[in-house]
């Protein structure tokens, strides 16, 4: 199974900037779209931003201009580069990626890494 692993949060002033890493191990074949998912405290997790194997992006209209989702493929690696951070971002970011197997798709979830954007 693939396994993925999450770094880079922290304790941010509004306006910083944080980025997240997320590598992936173990069976990393057939991995097709990584994401991002952000949960709040009392909030329904929801989706940050996605990319596809071949660099295709979408993001939350929450995010667009402000972070950026990037992938090493060669690496099995994902980012989240977040820039001008509002104390509105404040959740536990988590890791996803999707593994295709004889077409059917698996997803896998990191432990998530908590984000704290002071006012």
């Known amino acids: 199974q693939v396994q993925l692993v999450e770094s880079g949060g922290g304790l941010v002033q509004a306006g910083g900037s944080l980025r997240l890493s997320c590598a992936a191990t173990r069976s990393t074949f057939w991995i097709t779209t990584m994401r991002w998912y952000r949960q709040a405290p009392g909030e329904q997790r929801e989706l940050v931003a996605s990319i596809t194997i071949s660099g295709i992006t979408v993001y939350a209209d929450s995010v667009k201009g402000r972070f950026t989702i990037s992938r090493d493929n060669a690496n099995n690696t994902v980012y989240l580069q977040m820039n001008s951070l509002k104390p509105e971002d404040t959740a536990v970011y988590y890791c996803?990626?999707?593994?295709?197997?004889?077409?059917?798709?698996?997803?896998?979830w990191g432990q998530g890494t908590q984000v704290t954007v002071s006012s």
């Open positions: 996803n990626a999707v593994q295709s197997r004889s077409g059917v798709p698996y997803n896998y």
